[in-house]
């Protein structure tokens, strides 16, 4: 079965500064890969998804995330922080056919310092 | 677009009541999935209807739950009876044949006193 681990419970960044959320998947193939974002009483906000061609995916508010296979990685990147980017954050995997079905992280709560 | 709608927003109970929560997915979409958020066991997929017919719902904790999808633009999870271990965030989502990307409903946060 997919699994998604998100080794970062919590994580605090300053203002300004970058940011890189940390994501691994354990699946059979190459899934389909996702980052949400979910503001406090809030539902989810797609930022961004990889289903093949270029690693390297820009999506919404300024966030890019790298896939690599070799890692079985999808980390979430940000060069620069904004406050308003407070959030939970939750990478999610769906395998390919079928229902397309998301298997979710357990999330990272991102703290912006001022 | 109106976006995935749930209704209510927020529903209070008592334990052994009935619950109803209610989804209108995005017109044309194929897809629905039902998912609950809670602080033990995060995100979790419930149950998911392609169209309008449950596929897998081995995410379905137990019987007191169950799903419907009657027509194309309107699915309903129900609990009877609620138990307080049910509180949660519940989720619904849809996406079209072919297309990846499922898009979320603002959530019902259920409360089971």
């Known amino acids: 079965a997919q699994s998604v681990t998100q080794p970062d419970i919590h994580i605090t960044v300053s203002e300004g500064a970058s940011l890189e959320l940390r994501c691994n998947y354990s699946?059979?193939?190459?899934?389909?890969l996702f980052w949400y974002v979910q503001s406090p009483g809030q539902g989810l906000q797609l930022l961004l998804k990889?289903?093949?061609?270029?690693?390297l995916v820009q999506g919404i508010k300024g966030f890019e995330a790298e896939f690599k296979r070799s890692q079985s990685s999808f980390n979430l990147r940000k060069p620069s922080v904004h406050w308003s980017d407070a959030a939970e954050y939750f990478c999610?995997?769906?395998?390919?056919?079928?229902?397309?079905?998301?298997?979710f992280g357990t999330g990272t709560q991102l703290k912006v310092e001022l | 677009d109106a976006g995935v709608i749930q209704s209510p927003r927020h529903e209070v109970t008592e334990m052994g009541q009935e619950v109803t929560l209610r989804c209108k997915p995005i017109?044309?979409?194929?897809?629905l999935f039902w998912y609950r958020q809670t602080m033990m066991r995060g995100l979790e997929l419930l149950i998911y209807?392609?169209?309008?017919?449950?596929?897998?719902d081995s995410g379905m904790p137990e019987d007191r739950f169950s799903a419907k999808m009657p027509n194309a633009s309107f699915s309903t999870l129900k609990i009877q009876p609620s138990e307080p271990r049910d509180s949660a965030v519940y989720f619904c989502?849809?996406?079209?044949?072919?297309?990846?990307?499922?898009?979320f409903g603002p959530g019902t946060r259920l409360t089971v006193l």
């Open positions: 989502a849809s996406r079209s044949q072919g297309y990846n990307e499922q898009f």
């Open positions: 699946y059979g193939a190459t899934p389909y």
């Open positions: 990889y289903f093949s061609g270029d690693t």
């Open positions: 999610a995997v769906a395998e390919k056919g079928g229902g397309n079905k998301l298997t």
């Open positions: 017109s044309g979409h194929d897809y």
């Open positions: 209807f392609n169209n309008n017919v449950p596929i897998d």
